[in-house]
Nanobody, 124 residues
Framework: QVQLVESGGGLVQAGGSLRLSCAAS????????MAWFRQAPGKEREFVAA????????YYTDSVKGRFTISRDNAKNTMYLQMNSLKPEDTAVYAC?????????????????WGQGTQVTVSS
């Protein structure tokens, strides 16, 4: 098992930046394929980005391409999401997720472990 804890959320003006972190404890972090999802009020959980076990492959939803960067540091058991040029529509609770076997990179049901989430609010 792995425990995931997010941090780094907050309130930022449109055009600003935030960096989210997802700290993992438990089983070897490099065993997990990792992802970020977000959920805005009244909306379904949405895939944001994912990264492979050693970071060699990354995946993004179209709306964040060129603005967000996912990365991981297996030595520090931590994954990151650098968010630049933030927009009000990026406002959501962001949660990290982990799985050892990928059955669908962008499907929430593919992930076995979840953090509690961190709020990101972008003001216009």
């Amino acid at each position: 098992q792995v425990q995931l804890v997010e941090s780094g959320g907050g309130l930022v003006q449109a055009g600003g930046s935030l960096r989210l972190s997802c700290a993992a404890s438990g089983r070897t972090f490099s065993s997990y394929f990792m992802a970020w999802f977000r959920q805005a009020p009244g909306k379904e959980r949405e895939f944001v980005a994912a990264i492979s076990w050693r970071g060699g492959s990354t995946y993004y939803t179209d709306s964040v391409k060129g603005r967000f960067t996912i990365s991981r540091d297996n030595a520090k058991n931590t994954m990151y999401l650098q968010m630049n040029s933030l927009k009000p529509e990026d406002t959501a609770v962001y949660a990290c997720a982990a799985t050892t076997v990928v059955t669908g990179t962008r499907r929430p049901s593919s992930y076995d472990y979840w953090g509690q989430g961190t709020q990101v609010t972008v003001s216009s």
